[in-house]
């Protein structure tokens, strides 16, 4: 059940049972001599990919579908029954079968509604010249202390996942699950992001179910090349594979991804020895606790963004075994998160001079040191004025303000917060929620405008970058020496 109808967000399988259904309603209203063929086919039809799909996996969308079908079917068949003993046919006047007939369709049509609210997310074909790779590594630095547990020998641990420029594989070439290595490991994650936010979990049963257009660990395309990185840190309570649409569209064009599980953060984090490190960070309703807890929290996100860096040097040096050694440009490396993790993006590059440039997708920057840095930043923000939250834009103004190179802002309309990252291609299209610009074109705002960034900061591509960020929103441009 992995081919998915685009514009119903079903399964052939759930489209044949939803068809089915319908005609088996709606076979009352035909004339009678073909009546009793169609009510015969409709039935099989239904019967039997009901019955293939309660073995191969059945969404909760398809419940109303199955109800709306079960009213209807005993009204459909019991004429058949009594034309084949020879009793006469009795049927209800149509006034009275109307409301029946009725009350079946708008259940049945609560299915496909329900699919296309919660779907099985289909991610974007990316657009570069390359196919894309990936692949998952646990790293533990030798040198820091796991603050979030009272064991006093216990390491940092992240788990990173890279997406790459790969070779063109064989069509049919598994794809790689969404959410995780496994699908047991992208339903732990779907349920505990869930859990983190507050939805029952068979809302988004659909998201583990979803295949992504990477391969693991497919060959790394031209074997003399460098790529330039993109170190990735999600949003408080997020994952590393949060923003994979965006992670294969860049992998596509040439650079290399490693976003970030960081444990005792992230909703759920799947260790390479079975165990799973399940959070969920919850306010303890003082502002002022909770601010601290988020500078905390930044910091330690900061510190695995620069250790995930050198473990990529020494991977590129062959020091860690991988096909990906020799084709990492780490003198190229972009820092960058969403939400809380943009934060940790702005915190990592002013600690960190290795990375060249900054990309924050709407986090508020938590460094609580306000110390100019060297890296051009790009800040994509929602539209929040100061009565939704007047510390954000000027705080982010003022740290953008001390960069030394040529920094950008630019307020998309229609963003939401969820926007940036792959929210909208599964959960419901409201507006307050994902934003309006829909799951098509999401996605395509992210990556275009971070791709352009990324071109002009890591590749000095020629060209005006003002010029191509400034038609998707609100640009506003901050250059050294400027108040």
Known sequence: MTDIITGLHMSPLETLALLGAVTLVLARWLPPAVRPSVTIAAGAVFVLSATVLSVVGLRWQMLPVLAGAALALPFAVSPLFRRRTGRPVRRARWWLALPGSVACVALIATGPVAAWAFPVPVFPTPTGHFAVGTR???????????????EPGDRRTVVVQLWYPARKMPAGSPRAQYLGRT??????????????????G???????????HAVFDAPVARADAKFPLVVFSPGLGGVRTQ??????????HGYVVAALDHPYDSAAVVLTDGRTINTKIASTGDDDEDDRRAVETTRVRAADLSFVLTQLG???RGEIDSPLTG???????????HS???????QAARQDRRFAAVINLDGYPRDPALLPFHQPVLALTQAIGTETDPRYIPRLTQVLKLSTSTSYRLTIPGAAHLTFMDAPLYLPPVPSMVGSLGRTESPHVVAATTLAFLNATLRHQPGDVAGVLAPYGDLSVYRPGRA
């Open 136 to 150: 998952v590594m646990q790293w533990t630095d030798p040198n820091r202390s796991e603050t979030a547990t009272p």
């Open 183 to 200: 699908e047991q490991e992208a339903r732990t994650v779907s349920h505990a992001l869930a859990r983190y936010t507050g939805l029952p």
């Open 202 to 212: 068979f809302l988004v049963d659909g998201v583990p179910r979803a295949h992504t």
């Open 243 to 252: 923003n994979t649409a965006w992670a294969e569209e860049l992998a596509s």
């Open 314 to 316: 020494r991977m590129d």
């Open 327 to 337: 084709h990492l440009d780490t003198g190229r490396a972009a820092v960058t998160g």
């Open 340 to 346: 809380l993790g943009g934060g940790a993006a702005l």
